[in-house]
Structure formats: C-alpha cells, structure tokens
C-alpha cells in the first residue's frame, strides 16, 4: 500500500514508521521534511502552501496535521486548507486514491454534564475551533473518496508531558467542581491510525480514538502526584477544559479488532515516566 502522510509531526510521523514497519511505503509531508527518520521519504511543504511534485501511486491518505495556532484563522489553515489543497492535488493527478483517514477531535461535542458519548452523539463544539474541525469532517467525507474520521481525545505520550511539567513545577489543581477526561497514548492513537486505513470493507464515518476509561481529572493527578513523589495537589478553582465534561466511548473501534496497549492513564503515564517510546522531532 503506498501512503501519503499529510502533517508529519509526532502523532503521525509515529504512524509512518508503523505502516513501514507493517510493510507499506509511506511519503510524509512536513515542513522540515529532513527531520523524518528512514524509511519515511520526506516531502517538503509549508502547508496550505505550494506542494511539492506528489507520487501519482497514492492509494490512502493519512491527514494528521495539527493547527500552529488556537485561533480560528490557524484552524481552518490546518484542517480545510492544506488537506483540501493536497486532495485536490491527488484526484487531479489521477492517482488511485480509495481511503482518506482524517484525524479529528472530540472537542467536536459540546457535552459538559459528564454523560456519555458515542459516535452517535449530536456534534455541537462550544467554539469556533471546533466548528472548523465539523466542516473539516464534512469537506473530507464530500470526497469521491471514502472517508473516516477519527476522533482522538487527548493524546499524551513522548514528549507530551504537560500535566507532569504541571506537578512538578506545583502549578496544577484539582478542579472544583471535577470533570470528566478522555485521553490516548500517542502510540495507541497511531495504531489506530494504521488499524483503520488498512481495515478491509468500508469503515464507518467516524470513531472515536479514546483508552477504556474516561477519568476524573483529579483521579488523573493524584494519580501522576503519588507516581512522581510530588504533593497532591490542592483543590481549587480551575479554568475548563476546553475538553468540556464527558465521557466518551470506544466502543465502536473495539468492534473491528483495534485494542489499546495502555488501556488506561496508569498504564499510559508509567510507560511515560518509565522512559518508553520514542520522541519524534
């Protein structure tokens, strides 16, 4: 199978060399393309900017490019104008183009009372961000090309380590009132990644790319205080997630053989802190 990676960071540079290693050739589309590690052939490109000369042999399209801003100009930049410049591309080279896997966000619900979620739950983002990921979603799934979404909650891993640097440093809180989290190892969400571009049939629309359990954030950082020996923190006001409160299901992508090797935050983090896995540039 040969891919085309749109937005080479580390989510989907850790995607490259899984589908590599899976025995399919993979180009990568990155800014700084020289950073990608073999066997990823890099292409340069300051998406939505001019591209480069495309391989006319892409069969799937992975896009997990992410906005270099929080406003709503860099989202509709990342998530409409740069995969819709580089579809357009491929479909007008004639290249055999049959699956565009798309990553989203579950920052699509505008859930906030802790209820659950499912992909059958009404998207309604509370803001503007998440309007643009919708529209992204919907121009995607437009295509001639089948489609599928996966909608990732928060993704930590290597080199994702806020909420450490958070404790560490004494800057974190223990909501109150406490809300609801929904994460994923970086390797697990690439693994789903490669699990539905090359899953037989046709996939669903859109699934949702979350661990087996959605957790309080206070659980989350008492947790992660007694790994790293460092006080629990104190309860208090804190701002809102921009993740809102809910709690969010994987059910669906369960359902087609994907399983996540961190089932939960305490086997995620411990693998983090254990020093495992690889941060990619």
């Known amino acids: 199978m040969n891919v085309l990676v749109v937005g080479s960071g580390d989510l989907g540079t850790e995607f490259g060399l899984r589908a590599s290693r899976a025995g399919h050739r993979v180009h990568a589309l990155r800014r700084r393309a020289h950073l990608l590690p073999a066997p990823l052939v890099g292409l340069a490109a300051e998406l939505p900017g001019p591209l480069p000369d495309l391989p006319t042999d892409i069969e ?4 997990t490019i992410a ?3 929080r ?10 104008e740069a995969p819709a410049r580089v579809l357009d ?3 007008d080279a004639g290249a055999p183009l049959r699956r565009v896997v798309f990553t989203s966000s579950t920052a699509v619900y505008g859930v906030e009372d802790g209820s659950e979620v499912t992909e059958g739950t009404p998207t309604a983002p509370t803001r503007a961000t998440g309007e643009v990921i919708v529209a992204a979603e ?6 001639r090309v089948p489609a599928v979404s996966l909608r990732l909650g928060g993704v930590y891993g290597p080199g994702r380590e806020r909420l450490l640097r958070r404790l560490r440093a004494g800057e974190a809180v223990l909501p109150e009132p406490d809300v609801h989290t929904n994460r994923i190892h970086r390797d697990d969400a690439a693994e789903a990644l ?7 049939g046709v996939p669903a629309a859109c699934y949702l790319g979350v661990d087996d359990e959605p957790a309080l954030l206070g659980e989350v950082l008492s947790f992660l205080a007694g790994e790293l020996g460092v006080p629990v923190p104190p309860r208090g006001h804190a701002p809102r997630s921009r993740g809102g409160d809910k709690r ?10 994907w399983a996540p090797t961190y089932p939960s935050f305490r086997e995620g983090y411990r693998a983090v802190l254990a020093g495992e896995g690889v941060r990619h540039p």
């Not at 406003?71 to 409409?80: S, V």
């Not at 919907?138 to 295509?143: C, H, K, M």
């Open 67 to 69: 906005a270099d801003g």
């Open 138 to 143: 919907v121009a995607v799934a437009a295509r």
């Open 89 to 91: 591309a491929l479909e």
């Open 248 to 257: 969010c299901s994987n059910a669906r992508l369960r359902a087609t053989g």
């Open 60 to 63: 799937v399209v992975v896009i």
């Open 71 to 80: 406003d709503e100009a860099a989202y509709r930049r990342a998530y409409l």
């Open 194 to 200: 490669l699990h539905l571009a090359t899953l037989p």
